[in-house]
């Protein structure tokens, strides 16, 4: 019988310490720190097998790897490499300028204004109010939503036009 959980044993430190190795070594630790937490991991799996708490169908190794992530995000936590999310935002600043809008998008704004007013409010009524066609065509007094489709494609189409004939395009391409 001791032989049989030897050979186990063996088993499981030479399939599941590199594996255990690796997912430490990507959360910024060293092998010495991977071996600790190999150990602890099978030392916890063997308590819970002899208290008989284990959950059923779940295979040693996948048990054995859940326990080990465990055990390396607190030995990081310990040790101060790890960073909790309350703490982030001290650590880590946003720079002023990351929410401006970039000055394309900002220019895009004068090509639609420039397709024409009506094109404007067709295109903002139906982007930014999310109006249906059903609801534009009432609206903007088309004679039928398809009528207000197509329009609505006419005023895009000048949009597009007056964006290739722009520097924009050449200096997109």
Same mark, same amino acid.
Request: net charge neutral.
């Given at each position: 019988?001791?032989?049989?959980?030897?050979?186990?044993?063996?088993?499981?430190?030479?399939?599941?310490l590199?594996?255990?190795?690796?997912?430490?070594?990507r959360?910024n630790?060293?092998?010495?720190?991977?071996?600790?937490?190999?150990?602890?991991?099978?030392?916890?799996?063997?308590?819970?097998?002899?208290?008989?708490?284990?959950?059923?169908?779940?295979p040693?190794q996948?048990?054995i790897?859940?326990?080990?992530?465990?055990?390396?995000?607190?030995?990081m936590?310990?040790?101060?490499?790890?960073t909790?999310?309350?703490?982030?935002?001290?650590?880590?600043?946003?720079?002023?300028?990351?929410?401006?809008?970039?000055?394309?998008?900002r220019?895009?704004?004068?090509?639609? &204004?420039a397709?024409? !007013?009506?094109?404007? /409010?067709?295109l =903002?009524?139906?982007y930014?109010?999310?109006? #249906?066609?059903?609801?534009?065509?009432?609206?903007?007094?088309?004679?039928?939503?398809h009528?207000?489709?197509?329009?609505?494609? &006419?005023?895009?189409? !000048?949009?597009?036009? /007056?964006?290739? =004939?722009s520097?924009?395009?050449?200096?997109? #391409?």
């Open positions: 019988m001791r032989n049989h959980e030897d050979q186990w044993l063996e088993e499981i430190y030479r399939n599941l590199p594996q255990v190795a690796r997912m430490v070594h959360m630790g060293n092998l010495e720190m991977a071996k600790d937490v190999f150990q602890d991991a099978v030392i916890i799996y063997l308590e819970k097998q002899r208290q008989q708490t284990l959950p059923a169908n779940v040693a996948a048990y790897m859940g326990i080990a992530r465990i055990c390396c995000i607190r030995k936590k310990q040790t101060g490499r790890y909790s999310l309350e703490n982030i935002n001290s650590d880590i600043s946003v720079p002023a300028d990351y929410y401006a809008l970039p000055p394309v998008e220019s895009v704004l004068n090509y639609v &204004k397709a024409g !007013k009506r094109c404007l /409010q067709l =903002q009524a139906f930014y109010d999310h109006l #249906s066609i059903q609801e534009i065509a009432a609206g903007f007094d088309f004679k039928t939503p009528s207000a489709s197509v329009q609505k494609y &006419k005023c895009l189409e !000048k949009v597009r036009e /007056q964006i290739k =004939q520097d924009y395009a050449e200096t997109v #391409s």
